[in-house]
């Protein structure tokens, strides 16, 4: 399969516990985008990265909360001392954008990572 | 920032009738994609829109993109249990960054 795939699918964790999402975004996409989403809502922008740099991240998010993509490959999504307003669906989605162009080409999503902080 | 607010939030029909929903930007758009998400999926893409004016068909799908390039809508017709799902219009706001609405839920009643 050579999608979008998202590890863990499903994590439940005690509020307080850091926890560590991975995304693999197809293999030939130069942009890798994270997004969280709850029950009855739209996706809500998190942050992007064209190949390794991030370029930008949303002012919702939290210090607590850090995305990295080393050489431009897998990315990763950290939240420290997880509260339980951070229970949501992760979603990761990469495309093929044109660098400095506002068109971010066609988002391939994951299943997403599934959030339950108690 | 950019704000992207679709209506109406929920539609109930039964199959075989017509659907629309609805999506404003608050600034002009450069293009503008939809998205369908199943119960329990992900989102998928459908469709983007760049031109003014522009109209795309997809079978019974029908997407609209607005003269001012601040608005856009969906239009399905003659629904079937397999049109259910949350439909998402999307817009870029600064580089890179897709901004979605909030969605519109659609039940279809067989």
């Known amino acids: 399969d050579t999608g979008v795939s998202q590890d863990p699918r499903h994590k439940i964790t005690k509020r307080g516990q850091n926890v560590t999402f991975r995304c693999d975004p197809i293999?030939?996409?130069?942009?890798l985008y994270w997004y969280r989403q709850t029950l009855g809502q739209g996706p809500e922008f998190l942050t992007y990265f064209q190949n390794e740099a991030q370029l930008e991240k949303s002012r919702l998010l939290s210090d607590r909360f850090s995305a990295e993509r080393p050489k431009g490959s897998f990315s990763t999504l950290e939240i420290q001392r997880t509260e339980q307003g951070d229970s949501a669906m992760y979603l990761c989605?990469?495309?093929?954008?044109?660098?400095?162009?506002?068109?971010?080409?066609?988002?391939?999503f994951g299943e997403g990572s599934r959030l339950t902080v108690l | 920032g950019q704000q992207v607010m679709q209506i109406p939030q929920y539609q109930h029909v039964q199959e075989g009738e017509d659907f629309t929903t609805y999506c404003n930007s608050s600034?002009?758009?450069?293009?503008i994609q939809w998205y369908k998400q199943r119960p329990g999926g992900h989102p998928v893409f459908l469709i983007q829109l760049v031109k003014s004016g522009e109209v795309k068909k997809q079978k019974r799908l029908t997407f609209q993109f607005g003269e001012a390039k601040k608005n856009s809508s969906l239009h399905i017709t003659a629904t079937q249990t397999t049109d259910v799902g949350t439909y998402f219009c999307?817009?870029?706001?600064?580089?890179?960054?897709?901004?979605f609405g909030q969605g519109t839920i659609l039940t279809v009643h067989p």
């Open positions: 600034t002009t758009l450069s293009n």
């Open positions: 999307a817009g870029p706001s600064s580089y890179g960054k897709l901004t």
């Open positions: 293999s030939e996409h130069n942009r």
């Open positions: 989605a990469s495309s093929l954008g044109n660098p400095g162009r506002l068109n971010t080409g066609e988002l391939f």
